[in-house]
């Protein structure tokens, strides 16, 4: 975070006014809603992974994450707080997922193999000892929830790499809670068969 | 009850945390989202001054604000990097979940905008569009070693990539400066210069937004919906997108359709 002295030595050689300096502190206290600096530190790792574990390639994660974000920094100033932070953030993401895959007219799954290819030639860079055990689960992950339709890998991967509860995922795409455990169970049940049927398949490789 | 046997938990285990944004990813992002922000959609946020945002934040917008208005292109070269010139280093974790790194500072983001290409790349930046190893950007200066001053200084390095596209964004400019100033009809006399000058601009996006408002004020009516409504369809999370439905949701029969296309409404 920014310390303390040095906002106010800015805020002064900017000439700002002196009951502008603490006006998003002032906010924040009466408000309890954190200013960006600190919801964008909080939430763009959690940001990042949604939107890659949802399909949308890394070249692309750039530019849904950052357009989250422009959207989160222009909305602020009109945020309530009736949602929690982490809510409103990635109803966002969701939304903009959304769209990227109706502007790209295919589905998530239809890019697994670009992005594992991009993951090798990161191993190629990086330290290849334990990184490579880890692009290896992401890789199978990323494979695995390509087998689910978006509606199922998106209350999937809010609750089992997000961790949120059905009511949660509920609010965040807006259907009822009774529909989103129905996709979940489902979806539990087809991620299930297709680790099943991935951890035969690899027996059946092994000497 | 959860389905999830053995195999498919320890599959999810085994990824989870595995890949995360490297330190220079994060004030990429972050950099490029106040950019983007700084321009032609930050008019009317900055405005209000209602935005909570931190005084270091607020410094860089001014940095980056000065620079745009002061005829600079390096704001839209940023708007069009991540596609074009600002590849990612993203990072995968060894050890499961990375440790979140201290928000950057302003001289950071200031440094690696103001890098020349070649010391971008050393930073971890590559021209290429692939990815490098993430790690941590040597040499960055500490904030004790900081002053404002290099913030507001145009970089010249990035400059270049899209000089071309200077004469479209100074018209763009000026339509802009004209809805700012209450005369939405020269900023359409501006856009039919633009049109026969530019045939399909590169900037269509940005024209088409402040076609809608411009119409949305000096003729409300169908035309106008319709021009703001095909925009919102086009690019709903434009930043534009927040003024384009401020400008037209007085029309009749607009409102709704406009806030189904808002990806930002608070659930």
Known sequence: MTNPRDSGNQAISMGAPAGKICESAARAIRTGIPDFDTIYEAHVDFAWQIVRRMGVSAADADDVVQEAFVIVHRRLAAFEGRAAIKTW??????HLVRHYWRRQQRRPGDRAGEDAAEMHTLVAEHDPTVALEKLEAL?????LLAELDVDKREVFVLAEIEQMTVAEIAEIIEVNANTVASRLRAARQEFQKAALRFRTHELGRQP | MNDLGPEAQSILEAARGAESLSRTDRV?????????????????TAAGGAIAMSVATKVTLLAVTTAVLSGGSVALWAWKAPRVA?????????????????????????????????????DGFRGDGRRSVAGPAPGIESPSESTAAPLAAPPRALRSPLASLDPELTVLRQAQEDLRVGLPARALRRLAEYDSRFSKGTLDQERRAIEAIALCQVQPGPAARARAESFLRLAPQSPLAGRVRAACKKLDGTAQSLEENDPGREP
């Not at chain 2, 990429?28 to 009317?44: D, E, F, N, P």
């Open chain 2, 86 to 122: 600002a590849p990612r280093t993203h990072t995968v974790s060894p050890g499961g979940p990375v440790v979140a790194a201290p928000p950057p500072t302003v001289v950071e983001e200031a440094r690696l905008k103001s890098l020349p290409p070649e010391a971008r790349r050393r």
């Open chain 2, 28 to 44: 990429r992002i972050k950099h490029a989202v106040l950019l983007q922000v700084a321009t032609l959609g930050a008019a009317s």
């Open chain 1, 89 to 94: 953030v990635f109803k966002i993401l969701v």
């Open chain 1, 139 to 143: 890789r199978i992950l990323d494979r």
